[in-house]
């Protein structure tokens, strides 16, 4: 395992050039007929979902940095992160692959530039997401992070995907478990209670690590823990599909085929909560995700004590109220 914390602004912005050259190379790979191929992201095919890697880019980060720069990170009651990208992505689908892949080489360099210009003290400037109150070095570790998520959505889709390169994985699974995780706990659904959880993951960047819950906060560690209360044991790749709503590309379209029953403004938060309880649901049920110990305690925290991927919308809301930041 590779303690996050130690990795330094230059290092992890070269990660990210590194990265990115590797994934440019991989898209150019893909013929006219792989890029209509369906992913298991939110049943988009591979265009859409590279039209949403740059949307990501342009109408939600590139202002969640300015705002922070600025020093005044939070947006107001809402922004909604996911609908607007959403939005984005169909305005995009006009655009020709070539004009796709120009795009996203275009965007994605300008902000790394960007990054890199910044001083030490304004890479940890504060700065919002939809998980709270963060700074910007976070911002870039949760688009590195979604980033090299969906390549593998998109090699996935075309029986390209091999494994996950443990230079990149390796520290965004430390700050994914230690960071990200602690971010969506629900302290007020607790009911006081505690927890000690183990998790044992497995494959390419895979590690332990244990989870405290207590005195109404979350705290994840590297390492084992003797009599954990649960031990939850899985693979990195398994994961990733439950945790941020993976299944068969068919569910994924299943969902846009049934989000007429919904709202406009609300059909990214179906599609997210459709494909996300099938995700867990399938999980569970063909054992690739092992639960042993307090089934109960397990349920709970499962169900109660942390936001879902599938209730981002209603996260960022909740967020936004209770920002340190907001003026």
Known sequence: MIDHTKISKAEWLSLGRSFYSHLFTELNKLSEAEWRSSTRYLGWDCKDLVNHMTSAITINFNLLVKMALEEKPVPEP????????????????????????????????RLLDRLEELSEEQWKMPAFFFIGDVDICTLFLVQFADNVVHERDLLFANNRWNSFDPKFTAPLMDWFMRMFRPASFRPERTNGESALVQYSITGTAGGNWFQSIKDNACV??????????????????????????????????LSRALEWMVKKEKKEDFAAKFTGIIAAMSAIMFGKIKIEGNKHKANAIAKKWFWHFWERTEQTQENILKSRYRK
């Open 78 to 109: 809402g922004f909604n992160l996911f609908l607007r990208n959403a939005e984005e992505v169909d305005r995009r689908r006009r655009k020709t692959t070539e004009e796709t892949i120009f795009e996203f080489k275009t965007e994605i360099t």
């Open 220 to 253: 994840v560690s590297q390492g084992t823990v003797q009599n954990p209360e649960i031990t939850i044991t899985t693979t990195v790749e398994d994961l990733i599909s439950t945790a941020l709503a993976r299944p068969a590309p068919f569910i994924g379209k």
